[in-house]
C-alpha cells in the first residue's frame, strides 16, 4: 500500500499498472494522472490479513492531496491478492464517506 501511494505521488504509471490485479488493471491509455493533483500523506488506520501466508488482505488507508489551494482526504478500504509469484496486487477498493 505504501509503495502504491508513493508511486501516485511521483506519477509511477508503469509500477502501478505492474502492481495491479490482471482482471481489474486499466489499460495504459486509460488510466491517467489528475493534473495539479499533489499527494501530501498516507495513514494506514487499518489492515486484515495480509500476512506472510495469506493470499489476500485488505488495507484501510486515508491519503491528503492537494490540488491548487484546495486541501481534501481520501479515505478507501482496498483489496489486494498475491499474484503467481507471491507479490501483493491491487484488485480495488471501496471509497469510505
Not at 482496498?78 to 501483493?88: A, E, L, M, T, V
Request: hydrophobic share 35%; glycine share 8%; aromatic share 16%.
Amino acid at each position: 500500500m505504501r509503495s502504491r501511494y508513493t508511486a501516485y505521488a511521483l506519477h509511477l504509471k508503469n509500477y502501478l499498472l505492474e502492481t495491479w490485479a490482471i482482471s481489474t488493471r486499466p489499460g495504459e491509455f486509460e488510466f491517467e494522472f489528475e493534473n495539479g493533483l499533489a499527494w501530501k500523506s498516507l495513514i494506514i488506520n487499518s489492515c486484515k490479513k495480509g500476512r506472510l501466508k495469506d493470499k489476500q488482505g485488505w488495507v484501510t488507508f486515508t491519503a491528503s492531496y492537494q490540488v491548487g489551494l484546495d486541501r481534501a482526504k481520501l479515505q478507501e478500504k482496498s483489496y489486494f491478492i498475491r499474484d503467481g509469484q507471491g507479490h501483493w496486487c491491487y484488485v480495488d477498493g471501496e471509497f469510505k464517506a
